[in-house]
């Protein structure tokens, strides 16, 4: 039996173009995942893992929708093939049943993983030269320094509570108490 797996990053993306691959590649049954492929459990795959057998095939519809890194497609590779499970990527053109195909899984899970580590090289040396350049990340500070101030003294003499500030200064709790400890 081919049990496909399919997979995006958030509830936003679509699933529609890897599932009406995976039917098209023979799949009876398609399992999905609506999480980020650097979640290690991830319920979907977990199914699929439940209902493969000896036999059977996992087809995705790229490598990087089963793992992120080489290690984790090395990982998933060896325990399927010691469970007499192949491994399909339609993508990559990958049957992992033929000598050939582990070897071209291997080298496509190498290029993958090179291909992640680029970009994030890539993002860390943009952010750097942003910060070179004065410019901080992340989200503006919502409280001027007075209001911080005053939050901070509202806190410290105990004449109101914690709600009533979080009222007061349109803040939650979590930002009020990031406010103190700073």
Not at 19 to 31: M, N, P, S, Y
Not at 83 to 94: D, H
Request: aromatic share 6%; hydrophobic share 35%.
């Amino acid at each position: 039996m081919k049990i496909g797996y399919a997979r995006v990053s958030t509830v936003d993306q679509n699933l529609d173009l890897q599932e009406d691959a995976l039917r098209q590649a023979g799949c009876e049954k398609i399992i999905v995942d609506k999480i980020s492929g650097s979640v290690v459990l991830r319920p979907g795959l977990e199914k699929a893992k439940d209902l493969l057998r000896e036999g059977d095939s996992l087809v995705v519809w790229r490598l990087d929708r089963l793992g992120r890194s080489l290690k984790d497609l090395i990982s998933w590779s060896g325990y399927l093939e010691e469970r007499g499970i192949g491994l399909v990527s339609l993508q990559e053109s990958i049957d992992t049943s033929s000598s050939t195909g582990k070897l071209v899984f291997h080298m496509f899970g190498a290029l993958a993983e090179f291909e992640r580590n680029l970009i994030k090289e890539r993002t860390m040396a943009g952010l750097q030269a942003a910060r070179a350049r004065g410019k901080m990340g992340g989200r503006p500070k919502s409280l001027s320094e007075d209001k911080q101030k005053r939050l901070i003294k509202l806190y410290n003499d105990k004449s109101v509570s914690v709600k009533e500030i979080c009222q007061m200064m349109n803040i939650s709790k979590p930002t009020l108490y990031k406010y103190i400890r700073s």
